[in-house]
């Protein structure tokens, strides 16, 4: 049985029109912070940070064909770890993300290593299984002294550096996409290239990739180091956002909500990652006026009609519905006069 | 002694429960090779519908029974509907099916029945039994329960035209249909029963862990360690998995690492028994042509 539908990866050559969409989504994104109230900065920073974290998950799920529900796990750790640095240590907010990158790197190695061993529906129960389990990992009594317990960690939002006239919320919004666009920008790098080939190669037929001389190991545990670093800098990313960490905030549903993400987006897509990240931002916000429980249900209801009507997710349908719009719109301009 | 024995006993219990929700995990990947994570959901809202019933004011088993039928179709309706057009799709695509069936399980459970916890009554009655202290009438019960599933499953299996139908179609589903029998409908009566099974765990472990519609997340967990652990298509060992994961879990939870732990011995369940045993205690080792 395959392990994921047939789908190329999207197209990633540098082309002129996909370089002037980057320039001018990078123009609108500086500028939103400038005419929203604070708190839509807050919320878009929210957007940005898991549009990280879905890619991170893309690269893993999505490339390389590894099925994770246990993404919110590191997610927890980048949190944790940039949360623990700053309470403990003092260290600097912005000091803590390579740490919380390197961190779930070696997390993410360690856990793809037995990962290697398992296949489709069993890795989807061990990292489903791991995203059960963290929130009681993390109120664990003998930890308490670093985590917190249940009570959890509040950490100060950073002020924006001397003399720049911006508000807290708008500085910590320019230093997330700040972030956001190089992790990117490495993400399409890498999967342009040699590494990006090896992995979508791995995932359609493992052993053909290996008999070309793929390490498959090598490839796919570094692939789980690599999304579970990107997922870490969001978590860290994430905790000096809501200036907040505790178990509760690292449910399974969270790592639910990353699959869902990637889904809606585009599997194996990198822009894929920025759909899903304002889907999985911006709906609750409005389902939530129907009932608490409502985003969750329509979260279901969308999951099981992108499966069976759209497996590509929001970052495939575009462009087929754009060629679309333009086909009509040249075949009306070449019958409009002479009619 | 007396306190482990207590453990012991709690243990088999709360064992008896992981069994039924095992043995309805190995019901679907028996025929399909499905693991279905929204199992556990589906029993809860199982468990919330035969609540609703005793509400009604039906007696107990009235409305036990009434629940198992109505899983029992509702199971089957969930095949027919939103399973069988992913039934030979990419492996993806089917776990994410089954995530979004947990996801609207849940979400409709507390958008219909609130996350308020409700009391969910046992049929065994409560305090102690006679003559031994060590054992509630409810666990008790519900190790009889699942005990009887299991008789009941393994006679309809074994004696039963049905039950040797249902056998042939998941076996080897060519020749099954070769020979006459609706390999389609025996799918769809294999997730029907898997939906009843799920019940009758939902309605006994209720009254432990009160009603709520996350209560089974943690119990899913044990399910699938028990299954993996006891052979994830045998169902005799998914018993014997669900009663050694309760005593192991209860007694790792009493002496060794505490209560707060308890779901990650789970989880290095899981990943220890793939790692090691893949094919589980009772199970085949699967060899794959390459």
Redesign the interface.
Known sequence: MPLLPKIAPAPLEPTLGRAAMVVLLLAVLCVLPFVLSDYRTFQLTQAVIYAVVLLGLNILTGYNGQISLGHGAFFAIGAYTAAILMDRWGVPYWATLPAAGAVCFCFGFAFGLPALRLQGHYLALATFALAVATPQILKYRKLEDFTGGVQGIVIMKPDAPAGLPLSQDQWLYLFTLAVAALLFLAAWNLLRGRVGRALVALRDHPLAAESMGINGSLYKTTAFGVSALYTGVGGALGAIAVQFVAPDSFLPFLSISFLVGITVGGLATVSGALWGALFIVYLPNWADEISKSAPWAIYGAILLVLVYLMPGGVAWMLPRAWALVLRRIRSRGGAGPGA | MEAFLHQLVSGLAAGGIYASLALALVMIYQST???N?AQGEMAMFSTYLAWTLLQAGLPYWVAFAATLGISCAAGMLIERV?IR??E??????????F??????F???A??VFT?TVKVFPSPFGAGLLPRNPFMSPHEFGSIVVTLAVLVLLYAFFRFTPLGLAMRAAALNPVSARLSGIRVGRMLALGWGLAAAIGAVAGMMVAPVVYLDPNMM??I??YA??AA?LGGIDNPLGAVVGGFVVGVVENLMGAYVI?T?????V??VL??GV??FK?AGLFGRAVVTR?
């Open positions: 090779h499905h693991i994570f939103l057009p992913v030979k799709a990419p492996v993806l695509t089917v776990v994410i099916t995530i979004a069936l947990l996801v609207i849940n979400s409709v507390g958008w996350h997340a943690g899913l967990l699938f360690a993996l505490g707060e732990l308890k779901l990650t789970a989880l899981i990943l793939l790692l893949p390459v």
